[in-house]
């Protein structure tokens, strides 16, 4: 089955701090994409950032970076300089190539605190 | 704002009823994708379209339905509501399937079965 673990219900970091949630997948499939979604109390849906998985290469966007260990089926993302506009359910999905829709984790709930 | 529009907002109904949700994607996107996120089952991939046709499915029940017309906009058909229903309805537009490509998440439709 192909499944996305979210091992870290809940986390807190204080402001200006550093944080990272982990995520772990599951896939038989070798070409995939991975991706962070931040959902914040209004509910919306928001790309943080993507990774191509035959890209060695971490990605980064701005204060958001990427642990990718493809052996290890890892994704977890690292939020540098927390800011308080971070606060939100962060969620790891992954998509294949064969199959268009995203594959979700349960979440983890950021708190930040100033 | 990701341009895709979902109508209703909010939708507060009892059991054994019937509602369709409404998505409109991005201009030029042709894939329809519709997430339910519920507190038990989390996000879960329901169903997706691709300029017309049904293209894959993931848990959607029997009593669900979809459908998506010739000017792309996709309805969601949810019949004998159950309580279990009460969950925020997502529609994803991206531009092409079974590749990768951002999917852009309306703001949801949140179902509630009294």
């Known amino acids: 089955a192909q499944t996305v673990t979210q091992s870290q219900p809940e986390m807190s970091v204080q402001e200006a701090e550093t944080v990272t949630l982990s995520c772990t997948y599951d896939t038989s499939e070798s070409d995939y994409y991975l991706f962070w979604y931040k959902q914040p109390p209004s509910r919306q849906m928001i790309l943080v950032i993507r990774q191509e998985a035959y890209k060695q290469q971490n990605a980064t966007e701005n204060r958001f970076s990427v642990n990718f260990q493809k052996a290890a089926k890892s994704f977890s993302l690292k939020i540098s300089d927390s800011q308080l506009g971070d606060a939100a359910m962060y969620f790891c999905a992954y998509k294949t190539r064969s199959q268009g829709n995203l594959i979700f984790g349960k979440g983890t709930k950021l708190s930040v605190k100033p | 704002d990701s341009g895709v529009t979902q109508t209703p907002k909010h939708l507060i109904t009892a059991t054994g009823q019937r509602v369709t949700l409404r998505c409109s994607p991005r201009s030029g996107d042709l894939s329809v994708y519709w997430y339910q996120q519920s507190l038990d089952q989390g996000l879960q991939f329901l169903i997706q379209?691709?300029?017309?046709?049904?293209?894959a499915k993931g848990n959607i029940l029997e009593r669900f339905s979809a459908q998506q017309f010739p000017d792309l906009h996709s309805e969601l058909n949810l019949s004998s509501l159950e309580l279990g229903d009460s969950a925020l309805y997502f529609c994803?537009?991206?531009?092409?399937?079974?590749?990768?490509?951002?999917?852009?998440f309306g703001p949801g439709t949140r179902l509630t079965v009294l």
């Open positions: 994803a537009s991206s531009p092409r399937e079974d590749r990768y490509n951002e999917q852009f």
């Open positions: 379209y691709y300029n017309g046709e049904e293209r």
